[in-house]
């Protein structure tokens, strides 16, 4: 299982663009990308999922480069309720019940007025 | 329209005393996990649930033990909480094991505290 490493805290400010990286270099050639979100007291929430290139919802965007071992969420004009943990995930989507997922540590964006 | 519900969602319980947690899901889905989350660290998954087959983690406490005794409801037991479990603790469910294709469904939590 691919581990993935984050920065652990972001800042910025309402209205700004927000691009968060997560590193991901022995990713398998199955394997997709996943960001979730995490509210204070509340469980993680799925924002968007990618295998290359580049995906686009109405939550956020996924960059993902040829080589595939980085991705970066990119967050449009962020509101103060964006304030949250981002997790990103990497794994197959093969079921099998010996395949787990892995949470990091994620990364924790504090938006500020 | 919530899909996994956890209750309650605050439980207060002394030191040993043990405590229930529940959680439903009206999903179908065949995998149902729980996961210990404590601040600022990760999710932790203590064990899950594919059908009727139970599988621990191997680094999870004998304390913490579930029943699932039907496909919608899944039940973590603490036998004898101490105050190191202190956590919210999630119930995730998902159509098939360790896929993302389908992504998890979290419940909302129940954060734990031992008093």
């Known amino acids: 299982l691919a581990k993935t490493t984050q920065p652990i805290s972001m800042d910025s400010y309402e209205g700004q663009e927000v691009n968060i990286t997560c590193s991901h270099n022995n990713i398998a050639t199955n394997d997709y990308i996943t960001w979730y979100q995490q509210f204070p007291s509340q469980g993680p929430r799925f924002i968007i999922q990618g295998y290359k290139t580049k995906v686009t919802n109405e939550v956020a965007s996924l960059f993902i480069p040829a080589d595939r071992k980085s991705s970066t969420l990119s967050l449009p004009r962020v509101s103060l309720s964006d304030t949250a943990v981002y997790y990103c995930?990497?794994?197959?989507?093969?079921?099998?019940?010996?395949?787990?997922?892995?949470w990091g540590l994620g990364t924790s964006l504090a938006v500020n007025p | 329209d919530a899909m996994v519900i956890q209750n309650p969602r605050y439980q207060v319980t002394q030191f040993g005393k043990p405590v229930t947690l529940s959680c439903s899901q009206t999903l179908n889905h065949n995998v149902m996990y729980w996961y210990q989350q404590k601040s600022s660290q990760a999710p932790k998954l203590l064990f899950h649930y594919y059908d009727k087959d139970f599988n621990n983690e191997a680094d999870t406490p004998d304390n913490f033990q579930s029943r699932r005794p039907n496909t919608s409801f899944c039940f973590l037991d603490i036998r004898s909480p101490g105050l190191g479990d202190a956590a919210m603790y999630l119930c995730a469910t998902s159509r098939e094991m360790g896929s993302l294709l389908y992504g998890y469904t979290f419940g909302s939590g129940t954060r734990l505290t031992v008093v």
């Open positions: 995930l990497v794994g197959g989507l093969e079921a099998g019940n010996n395949r787990k997922l892995i």
